[in-house]
């Protein structure tokens, strides 16, 4: 059982009850042993996605993250991909390391866990699809910030295991290792993982109120996979529905809380550095903005989960908690 206690934005206050049912890759470096559950613990993260650019933006949703984490405390970043605009980066000397990560986040000193967003795979999206996210993987090893061991991995922190996705491979399917292998790969890791709390991130969404919008239905498109995202609709309810508890992703440039389907909370926080509008697809949100640039700050303490949303000024926007009782 999952239950959430309160939510607010800055016009507005409700407090409701939901109870939610519950319906290879290559190996990833970090994994931990079977042992015993891990239950307790205080584990805390920024999310944030499509941030790439090295434009003012960037930096003002950095600052806004320094300012919070240092009020709060941030132990990482999940980093949800188009990590570079608009076309990824050639090699581990590329110039973009420093203009569109190293200098916006020089003062921040904690990790950046990161995934793979289109964008990253070259030529806008399109371009040599196998190879171009090598730098990425590479540059876990030059930097004592970035961290990309895989295409996609776990790491665990106290009574959290994460999961980063590459949507792309799953949107794609047979580029490098796609749906099928990471499904496996996802569901041996979960069954592997002692611990309370399990999130997965990713770039592409599940549910998204913007200009991309659900999957299976990607840009209003339907029936045309690579196009419409069948692949990731059918990932997301084979392997995350349920199992996961949390999914944050980008794609999307805005801030959205979805209300909770499947028995998973879907969250967008895509607005790293710039902005696309929500397009009214009717998909039931808790909260959603396309007037700010921001991220959202977690902070899971034993079995309850808070999260805000802030904007580049270090404004709240939203609240939320969720607690699981089972």
């Known amino acids: 059982m999952v239950v959430r206690f309160m939510a607010f934005t800055k016009r507005w206050v409700a407090c409701s009850v939901f109870v939610l049912g519950c319906g290879g890759s290559e190996k990833p470096v970090e994994t931990a042993e079977p042992g015993p559950s891990v239950v307790e613990g205080t584990?805390?993260?920024?999310?944030?996605?499509?941030?790439?650019?090295?434009?003012?933006?960037?930096?003002?949703?950095?600052?806004?993250?320094?300012?919070?984490?240092?009020?709060?405390?941030?132990?990482?970043?999940?980093?949800?991909?188009?990590?570079?605009?608009?076309?990824?980066?050639?090699?581990v000397d590329d110039e973009q390391?420093?203009?569109?990560?190293?200098?916006?986040?020089?003062?921040?000193?904690?990790?950046?866990?990161?995934?793979?967003?289109n964008h990253d795979y070259g030529s806008d999206g399109l371009g040599d699809i196998y190879d171009q996210p090598d730098p990425q993987i590479a540059y876990t090893e030059e930097s004592g910030k970035w961290y990309m061991p895989a295409r996609s991995y776990r790491k665990d922190e106290q009574h959290l295991s994460v999961f980063a996705l590459d949507t792309n491979?799953?949107?794609?399917?047979?580029?490098?290792?796609?749906?099928?292998?990471?499904?496996?790969?996802?569901?041996?890791?979960?069954?592997d993982s002692p611990n309370l709390w399990r999130i997965a991130y990713g770039h592409h969404p599940y549910l998204s109120n913007g200009r991309h919008g659900n999957a299976?239905?990607?840009?209003?498109?339907?029936?045309?996979?690579?196009?419409?995202?069948?692949?990731?609709?059918?990932?997301?309810?084979?392997h995350v529905c349920g199992q996961i508890d949390v999914y944050f992703s980008g794609h999307d440039h805005n801030l959205q809380w979805l209300e909770p389907s499947c028995g998973t909370e879907w969250v967008v926080s895509g607005a790293g550095c710039k902005l696309t509008g929500l397009e009214g697809r009717g998909t039931p949100t808790f909260f959603e903005t396309d007037t700010s640039l921001g991220f959202v700050w977690v902070e899971i303490v034993d079995n309850t989960l808070s999260a805000i949303f802030y904007d580049d000024?270090?404004?709240p926007l939203y609240e939320t908690s969720v607690t699981k009782l089972d």
């Open 216 to 238: 299976g239905s990607y840009e209003g498109i339907e029936g045309v996979p690579i196009l419409s995202g069948d692949t990731v609709k059918d990932f997301m309810e084979s």
């Open 97 to 117: 390391w420093q203009e569109k990560f190293e200098l916006p986040y020089v003062d921040i000193d904690f990790p950046f866990y990161a995934a793979l967003g």
């Open 43 to 91: 584990v805390r993260f920024v999310a944030l996605g499509d941030a790439g650019e090295g434009n003012a933006g960037q930096y003002a949703v950095a600052a806004a993250m320094k300012d919070i984490c240092d009020q709060k405390g941030c132990d990482f970043a999940l980093y949800l991909g188009d990590n570079f605009y608009n076309s990824g980066v050639e090699s």
């Open 313 to 315: 000024q270090s404004t």
């Open 169 to 191: 491979a799953i949107l794609w399917d047979t580029v490098w290792e796609g749906a099928e292998a990471q499904g496996a790969w996802l569901d041996a890791e979960l069954e």
